[in-house]
T-cell receptor, first 113, second 116 residues
Framework: EAQVTQNPRYLITVTGKKLTVTCSQNMNHEYMSWYRQDPGLGLRQIYYSMNVEVTDKGDVPEGYKVSRKEKRNFPLILESPSPNQTSLYFC????????????FGQGTRLTVV | AQSVTQLDSQVPVFEEAPVELRCNYSSSVSVYLFWYVQYPNQGLQLLLKYLSGSTPVKGINGFEAEFNKSQTSFHLRKPSVHISDTAEYFCAVSEVGSSNTGKLIFGQGTTLQVKP
């Protein structure tokens, strides 16, 4: 079954404590991206990756890092989380960079206190 | 710059009634258009997409959407809704043939509330 898997699904953490949200896809897609979803704002892209070792900033990259060492994995790293990063995060993958068929993970609800 | 506006944040409707969720977009280039559905505590699922050709386009669960280039709209419709259609719906666009980030630009979302 085609899947994008994120972990954890829920996370409560404290300000400044580094955390990583993992994302893995089993469709051999080259294009992957991270979005955050906030009420009234829809989803906004944080970072994206066109292929292994190729990553770039999206619209809201401040406070986040990513890496793409393998095609299937695209972790999102928060080096020093702050309360304004409390949000619902989605990882997505697509066969093409125009996202004509994007698959989304189940989401990670992060609360930073 | 691209933008997507969903004109209604909430749409309450009775079961078996028709529904239309409205979406307008702004872009200086051609776009691909999408509707996604998000059920409670789940990820986004592609409902339908318009890449080119004839309109309306049909999607899953009996939904269809009409692309109107002159009005830059992509409204989602269903002739008869079910309780199970209660969810949040997102309209999104992606630029055609551009060397930009390839990102999806999303609207703010519309919550469809189907009442018995």
């Amino acid at each position: 079954e085609a899947q994008v898997t994120q972990n954890p699904r829920y996370l409560i953490t404290v300000t400044g404590k580094k955390l990583t949200v993992t994302c893995s896809q089993n469709m051999n897609h080259e294009y992957m991206s991270w979005y955050r979803q906030d009420p009234g704002l829809g989803l906004r892209q944080i970072y994206y990756s066109m292929n292994v070792e190729v990553t770039d900033k999206g619209d809201v990259p401040e406070g986040y890092k990513v890496s793409r060492k393998e095609k299937r994995n695209f972790p999102l790293i928060l080096e020093s989380p702050s309360p304004n990063q409390t949000s619902l995060y989605f990882c997505a993958s697509s066969e093409d960079w125009q996202n004509t068929e994007a698959f989304f993970g189940q989401g990670t609800r992060l609360t930073v206190v | 710059a691209q933008s997507v506006t969903q004109l209604d944040s909430q749409v309450p409707v009775f079961e078996e009634a028709p529904v239309e969720l409205r979406c307008n977009y702004s872009s200086s280039v051609s776009v691909y258009l999408f509707w996604y559905v998000q059920y409670p505590n789940q990820g986004l699922q592609l409902l339908l997409k318009y890449l080119s050709g004839s309109t309306p386009v049909k999607g899953i669960n009996g939904f269809e959407a009409e692309f109107n280039k002159s009005q830059t709209s992509f409204h989602l419709r269903k002739p008869s809704v079910h309780i199970s259609d209660t969810a949040e719906y997102f309209c999104a666009v992606s630029e055609v043939g551009s060397s930009n980030t390839g990102k999806l630009i999303f609207g703010q979302g519309t919550t469809l509330q189907v009442k018995p």
